[in-house]
C-alpha cells in the first residue's frame, strides 16, 4: 500500500522558516520525481516545488523561487521541503506528491498526480 506521509509543520512568524518532510513507502519512488503543493482556504492547490528522481535538479513556483528548497534522501524515500523567510501568504496545507509519468524536476499539474499525502498544516503569522 502506498503511503505518503508529511510531516514539519506548524505555527511560525513571519521570516521565520520550517522543514518539511514527506516519508513515502510502498514502491520505489527513486524512479520518479516528486514534488510539493499547497493549498489555503478557499483556493484551488497550487504546485509548489519538485525535484528530480536523482535529486540533481529542482523547479519551483515562482512564488517561491529563493526561498524554498526541495531535496530528497533516496535512500530514506525521504523528501523534504526547506522554506525561509516565510510569509503570511505561504500560510496553507502542504501536500507530497508524485506524477508516476514524471521522472525529471518540471511543473506538475494536479490531474497527473498519482499519489498524495494528506497535508501538514503551514501557518505563519504577521
Known amino acids: 500500500q502506498v503511503q505518503l506521509v508529511e510531516s514539519g509543520g506548524g505555527l511560525v512568524q513571519a521570516g521565520g522558516s520550517l522543514r518539511l518532510s514527506c516519508a513515502a513507502s510502498?514502491?520505489?519512488?527513486?524512479?520518479?520525481?516528486m514534488g510539493w503543493f499547497r493549498q489555503a482556504p478557499g483556493t484551488e492547490r497550487e504546485f509548489v516545488a519538485s525535484v528530480s528522481r536523482s535529486g540533481d535538479s529542482s523547479y519551483y513556483a515562482d512564488s517561491v523561487k529563493g526561498r524554498f528548497t526541495i531535496s530528497r534522501d533516496n535512500a530514506k524515500n525521504t523528501v523534504y521541503l526547506q522554506m525561509n523567510s516565510l510569509k503570511p501568504e505561504d500560510t496553507a496545507v502542504y501536500y507530497c506528491a508524485v506524477d508516476l509519468q514524471i521522472a525529471a524536476a518540471q511543473a506538475m499539474g494536479r490531474v497527473g498526480v498519482d499519489y498524495w499525502g494528506k497535508g501538514t498544516l503551514v501557518t505563519v503569522s504577521s
Open positions: 510502498g514502491r520505489t519512488f527513486s524512479y520518479y520525481a
